[in-house]
């Protein structure tokens, strides 16, 4: 069964830390893989589409990695601000039953303290 | 470019009385999708649109949920009778074309509460 799924569930750091939050997928054959940034109360946003043939890719403070081999992504965010908190969610496109579809994860909540 | 535009943003109701919400995507999108999101979880699609003919819609819950999307253009989803169950936020999400590299842009979404 085609999968997504983050870690940890819930995060509380301080503004000005960094932090790693982790994404592991058992989708077959690889597409891409993304990451979003949702706001509460809105709309998922996208921060990154990474291809097979990228293993890190930047958005601002925002750093996506890839490992294709072991299926892992990880998004490393440096210096935390309090619009980072959010929930970040990894999503990996399937195809499955004829259709193509996109794979969401359960997501990440981001809490930044001041 | 304007977004996805999605209304009402809040909804309540009681079980049993329908619903329905409404989606304009970005201009020129062929493709739309309507999620829907439990507290807590991912999106989980409901249907997908690729100009006004249905690509997707397994997971539809068809004895009472519809959608449509006449023209190709907005879309709407109806819920009838809804069910304690549905309490969720309904995101509908637009790509310029529907393959698995073209990017999603999501709406605000529909919160929907059923008492």
């Known amino acids: 069964k085609n999968q997504v799924e983050q870690s940890p569930q819930s995060l509380i750091i301080l503004e000005g830390k960094n932090c790693t939050l982790q994404?592991?997928?058992?989708?077959?054959?690889?597409?891409?893989l993304r990451w979003y940034k949702q706001d509460t109360g809105r709309g998922p946003v996208s921060l990154t589409i990474?291809?097979?043939?990228?293993n890190t890719k930047s958005n601002g403070r925002y750093t996506a990695t890839l490992d294709a081999d072991t299926k892992q992504s990880s998004l490393h965010i440096t210096a935390s601000q309090l619009s980072d908190s959010a929930s970040y969610i990894c999503?990996?496109?399937?195809?499955?039953?004829?259709?193509?579809?996109?794979?969401f994860g359960a997501g990440t909540r981001l809490a930044v303290h001041p | 470019e304007a977004g996805v535009a999605q209304s009402p943003r809040y909804k309540i109701i009681e079980k049993r009385q329908s619903v329905a919400f409404w989606c304009n995507p970005i201009?020129?999108?062929?493709?739309l999708y309507w999620y829907q999101q439990i507290l807590g979880q991912g999106p989980k699609l409901l249907i997908q649109f690729q100009n006004n003919g249905v690509v997707d819609d397994s997971q539809l819950p068809k004895d009472r949920f519809s959608a449509e999307r006449l023209k190709g253009v907005d879309s709407t989803l109806k819920i009838q009778p809804a069910k304690l169950e549905d309490s969720a936020v309904y995101l509908c999400?637009?790509?310029?074309?529907?393959?698995?590299?073209?990017?999603?842009?999501f709406g605000n979404g529909t919160r929907l509460t059923v008492t």
């Open positions: 999400a637009s790509s310029l074309v529907g393959s698995m590299n073209s990017p999603l842009h």
């Open positions: 994404c592991n997928y058992t989708v077959s054959p690889f597409s891409n």
């Open positions: 990474m291809t097979f043939s990228e």
């Open positions: 201009s020129g999108h062929a493709t």
């Open positions: 999503v990996e496109p399937s195809f499955s039953g004829g259709y193509n579809k996109l794979i």
